[in-house]
């Protein structure tokens, strides 16, 4: 099996940028899609973007596009969200998820029924 536990969440001012690093345990990470999600309180989970098994393709949601960028390194089992030009709205506990992809068929996947595991979250905060 696959556990996924992410690092990097804090506290940060209006403008600002942060990077959070999922680590994943197990064998086949290199067959999982991922998937970077945020929950706030009173709204559901929000898928910000994925990235193919391969690293190789990726998606994000409109208001992440152009200030976010998703990663994945295989051989360190690692994804990565780069957060830049923070907002206020992008104040949230961050996810992150797999999901096995035999086929290579990767293209944006969003609900978050389709993933597993999860990681536990971590703690995101931008202040004005």
């Known amino acids: 099996q696959t556990q996924l536990v992410e690092s990097g969440g804090g506290l940060v001012q209006l403008r600002d940028s942060l990077r959070l690093s999922c680590v994943a345990s197990?064998?086949?990470?290199?067959?999982?899609?991922m998937g970077w999600f945020r929950q706030v309180p009173g709204k559901e989970r929000e898928c910000v973007g994925g990235v193919s098994r391969s690293g190789g393709r990726t998606y994000y949601a409109d208001s992440v596009k152009g200030r976010f960028a998703i990663s994945k390194d295989n051989g360190k089992n690692t994804v990565y969200l780069q957060m830049n030009s923070l907002k206020p709205e992008d104040t949230a506990v961050y996810y992150c998820a797999g999901r096995l992809d035999f086929n290579n068929e990767y293209e944006g996947f969003t609900a978050p029924a389709l993933y597993s595991p999860w990681g536990q979250g971590t703690q995101v905060t931008v202040s004005s």
């Open positions: 197990g064998r086949m990470f290199s067959s999982y899609a």
